[in-house]
Structure formats: structure tokens, C-alpha cells
């Protein structure tokens, strides 16, 4: 069965900084591996998925990479804003999706 | 914000009540899967549907059970509902089978049992 860990379980930063989420997960045979964001209460929104063959992918201020013989990906932030503050979880997909609990981030203004 | 709806977005019920929690798919998503969020965790499988038939399921009791429409809309029900169940609950379409395919998420039923 797939587990998919994530730490730090919180994070807070002050506006500005650059971070790292980390993301590990311990069956490699994986297809893809996603990135959410969610905001409290709230469901859930897709920031990136990762293909197998990939090893990086980046959306405007968020980049995420993927080390599958390692079983890891990152989530990299830049130069972080308020309007970040929220819960990330990553998931892979098998028979089901499997997501780590979540790291929730706080940026401090 | 996707095209997945789900419906009541607020729920308060009794233990022992049922329940149905209802997903509207976004067009052309002929797959949904449900999830249950407990506070603190990240969402559990609870189990997906492919045109109208299961396809899957996580490790919840049967008194979890779901449908799912020719329009491709689900439900989601729970019988006997015990303190434990309340959740977040979400559900999540695809528009096909495999695992390459993101899921796309709707905000989710806010489930209290008291």
C-alpha cells in the first residue's frame, strides 16, 4: 500500500522568503504525482501535476520537482505572499489517490 | 474554480441519522470518486464511480454507498451515522479512467454528527 508522507505538518515564514515543502512517498512505481492547495474549509485546487517521465514543473511562482527512485518531489514557493497561506497536499495515483496529511504554510506580512 | 458542485455545502446531523451528500460532475467527467477529509488529515478514499458502476473502493464499512446518474451527477450515501463520520467530505472528476488524469475537486459537504 502506498504512503505518502509530507513535512514539515506547518510552516511559517515571513512575506518574501523563499520554501521548501517536501513530499516523500514509498512506492516509486508511480504514474504522476499532484500538488493541491487547499484553503481552509474549502476543497481542493490542482497547482501541478508531475508526470513519471518529468522531473520538473513549474507554474509562475511554484515549482515542483520529482526524484521517483528516491521517492521524493518538492514544492518550491518564491518570494511568498500572504495570499499563500494555506494547507498543500500532495497525491499519487494507484488503484486509488493517495495524499500525504498536508503541510499548512503561513506567510507572515 | 472547477466545474464540480456539490450540495448541501453545510450539514448537522444526529448519530444513527442517514445521510446523502450529492456531486454534480464537471461536463464531459464521466468519473468520481468521493473522499472523506477528518480534521488535521489529508483526504481518504472512500470510493470511485465509472459510468454508474463502482470502480473501486477504500476501506470504509458498507454503510457507505454511492450512486452515480446517467447525467454522470453522484451520490454519495451514509447509513447509521456515528460521531467519526463527521468530515469534510469531497468528491473529485475525471473525465475517463487512468491514472494519468487530474482530479478535479468540488468544495466539499461540511458533515457534523453530534
Known amino acids: 500500500k502506498q504512503e505518502v508522507t509530507q513535512i514539515p505538518a506547518a510552516l511559517s515564514v515571513p512575506e518574501g522568503e523563499n520554501l521548501v515543502l517536501n513530499c516523500s512517498f514509498t512506492?516509486?512505481?508511480?504514474?504522476?504525482l499532484q500538488w493541491f492547495r487547499q484553503d481552509p474549509g474549502k476543497g481542493l485546487t490542482s497547482l501541478l501535476l508531475?508526470?513519471?517521465?518529468?522531473r520538473e514543473q513549474t507554474s509562475g511562482r511554484l515549482n515542483a520537482s520529482l526524484d521517483k527512485s528516491s521517492g521524493r518531489s518538492t514544492l518550491y514557493i518564491a518570494a511568498s505572499q500572504p495570499g499563500d497561506s494555506a494547507t498543500y497536499l500532495c497525491?499519487?495515483?494507484?488503484?486509488?489517490?493517495?495524499f500525504g496529511t498536508g503541510t499548512s504554510l503561513t506567510v507572515i506580512p | 474554480e472547477t466545474g464540480v458542485t456539490q450540495s448541501p455545502t453545510h450539514l448537522i446531523k444526529t448519530r444513527g441519522q442517514q445521510v446523502t451528500l450529492r456531486c454534480s460532475s464537471q461536463?464531459?467527467?464521466?468519473?468520481v470518486s468521493w473522499y472523506q477529509q477528518a480534521l488535521g488529515q489529508g483526504p481518504q478514499f472512500i470510493f470511485q464511480?465509472?459510468?454508474?458502476?463502482?470502480?473501486g473502493r477504500g476501506n470504509f464499512p458498507p454503510r457507505f454507498s454511492g450512486l452515480q446518474f446517467p447525467n454522470y451527477s453522484s451520490e454519495l450515501n451514509v447509513n447509521a451515522l456515528e460521531l467519526d463520520d463527521s468530515a469534510l467530505y469531497l468528491c473529485?472528476?475525471?473525465?475517463?479512467?487512468?491514472?494519468?488524469?487530474?482530479?478535479?475537486f468540488g468544495p466539499g459537504t461540511r458533515l457534523l454528527v453530534l
Open positions: 464511480y465509472y459510468r454508474e458502476e463502482e470502480n
Open positions: 512506492d516509486s512505481a508511480i504514474y504522476n
Open positions: 461536463s464531459g467527467h464521466n468519473t
Open positions: 497525491a499519487v495515483p494507484g488503484n486509488q489517490f493517495y
Open positions: 473529485a472528476t475525471t473525465p475517463g479512467l487512468g491514472v494519468i488524469q487530474t482530479q478535479y
Open positions: 508531475i508526470q513519471s517521465s518529468q
